[in-house]
């Protein structure tokens, strides 16, 4: 059971440029969530996905999209990367709104 | 506005000296409180949630409780193993600022020596 997979681990890009960071989790969990977290701050959210179909702002969703492509993947994107952006970015999932969140590893994002 | 503040931010404790993490927060209509533990290089795991006022929580050397105001993560002669940072997060009601979505502190970083 590989609970929350985050891929990939790590990225370097460079400014300007854009990537998108894939999230699956394989608990049948209905809402599924983006949170980055940088030094001195706490997790902040950027989206989420409260069940299949929907997504809606967090708390910093400023140059970011996302797509829940199914109930299993809930997929980040960068469409042009600001330094600003450098950061750890954590997926996480929990079957119901009220219930512990599960997170993945996480993915180590440098831009330069 | 919905707000978490953990204190200290960092703690060192020699092996078996107990000691306790504080979470203070101020949040619309409590639906949960959550404490986390995060390794290095690591995504949080989950360790407990707390409902109301009063309740209280075990897990071996840990123990959280629970105010109006703030919880408390009690360690009881912590062992090496027990160094991690320690998140606190709260929800609150689906029409404060945070819209139920969990508002996280900055974290205790323990650091337990032998």
């Known amino acids: 059971n590989a609970g929350v997979t985050q891929t990939p681990k790590f990225q370097v890009l460079k400014t300007g440029q854009s990537m998108t960071l894939q999230c699956a989790q394989d608990m049948n969990h209905n809402s599924m969530y983006w949170y980055r977290q940088d030094p001195g701050m706490g997790l902040r959210l950027i989206y989420y996905?409260?069940?299949?179909?929907?997504?809606d702002k967090g708390e910093v969703p400023n140059g970011y999209n996302v797509s829940r492509l199914n109930k299993r993947e809930f997929s980040l994107r960068l469409e042009s990367a600001a330094p600003s952006q450098t950061s750890v970015y954590f997926c996480?999932?929990?079957?119901?709104?009220?219930?512990?969140?599960?997170f993945g590893n996480g993915t180590r994002l440098t831009v330069t | 506005e919905d707000q978490v503040t953990q204190s200290p931010e960092a703690l060192r404790l020699q092996e078996g000296e107990s000691s306790s993490l504080n979470c203070s927060y101020t949040?619309?209509?409590?639906?949960?409180l959550f404490w986390y533990r995060q390794d290095p290089g690591k995504g949080p795991e989950f360790l407990f949630t707390l409902y109301s006022a009063g309740e209280e929580k075990e897990k071996e050397r840990l123990k959280a409780t629970l105010t109006k105001k703030e919880s408390f993560l009690h360690i009881t002669a912590p062992k090496p193993e027990d160094s991690a940072t320690y998140l606190c997060?709260?929800?609150?009601?689906?029409?404060?600022?945070?819209?139920?979505?969990?508002?996280f502190g900055k974290g205790t970083k323990l650091s337990v020596k032998p």
């Open positions: 949040v619309s209509g409590l639906r949960g």
């Open positions: 997060a709260v929800q609150g009601n689906l029409y404060g600022g945070s819209q139920g979505n969990l508002i």
């Open positions: 996480a999932s929990t079957p119901l709104l009220g219930s512990p969140l599960h």
């Open positions: 996905s409260a069940s299949e179909g929907t997504t």
